[in-house]
């Protein structure tokens, strides 16, 4: 693990324990930390120079949102998915956004609207730099998944976040991915201005669907390393 840098931890007592959670998921978002690796506490309190306490406390918040497993015998270890559990994913993502860009259209404010067109800009000058988008897309879809005005909607993609946003790191990692992605999000956005609700929702879902098959393909390149 000597290999995992940035992950040491400002001492902001009230905050220390949500800063080693958002420093160790983002560690596993990047894959610096890898599927499968042992998390050992003894490492992760000297790499964060925290309190064991305290990662322990990160670890279970952290499993609690499938990021982590514990195993037993074993110990905590960053969770794999597989290719059939990616899939399953993927089928409820599709339904999820699909019907998230038909109620954007119906129910979004103005406001909301031009604030779907800035979270865009921002992805496409960031995609244009070859910079990281993760931050971006989710900005982008908390503006989309806002808008649509659905709290119970919102509340099932909350609890499908953190391994979304796995499969989506993995997907983009795949050469050209980017940079198609990014004109899926402008079709969306293009359905949006034109206010057809079936063009968006038909939008997000082949956007869903495009990154399906390219996560896939990264799935089963990781697997034969």
Not at 79 to 102: H, I, K
Not at 133 to 141: G, N, P, R, S
């Amino acid at each position: 693990m000597t290999r995992v840098n940035a992950l040491r931890v400002e001492r902001t007592p009230a905050l220390i324990r949500s800063q080693v959670v958002e420093n160790l998921r983002q560690a596993i978002l990047d894959r610096r930390l890898a599927p499968g690796q042992r998390l050992i506490e003894r490492e992760l309190v000297e790499l964060t120079g925290v309190s064991r306490t305290s990662v322990r406390e990160a670890l279970r918040e952290l499993a609690a949102e499938g990021l982590v497993t514990a195993i037993p015998n074993r110990g905590t270890v960053v969770t794999s998915v597989s290719a059939e559990e990616a899939r399953q994913l993927y089928q409820v993502r599709s339904v999820l956004e699909a019907l998230a860009g038909r109620l954007f259209v119906e129910h979004a404010s103005p406001v909301q609207r031009k604030a779907l067109v800035r979270a865009l800009e921002r992805i496409e000058r960031l995609t244009a730099k070859g910079s990281p988008v993760l931050a971006a897309k989710d900005a982008f879809y908390d503006v989309l998944f806002e808008g649509g005005g659905n709290d119970a909607l919102r509340s099932v993609v909350g609890s499908l976040h953190a391994r979304v946003s796995v499969l989506r790191s993995l997907s983009l990692s795949v050469p050209g991915r980017l940079e198609h992605s990014t004109k899926e999000l402008r079709a969306i956005v293009d359905a949006v201005q034109a206010g057809d609700a079936d063009a968006a929702a038909a939008a997000c879902a082949r956007h869903v669907e495009e990154a399906g098959r390219a996560g896939l393909i990264a799935l089963s390149e990781q697997d034969g390393a």
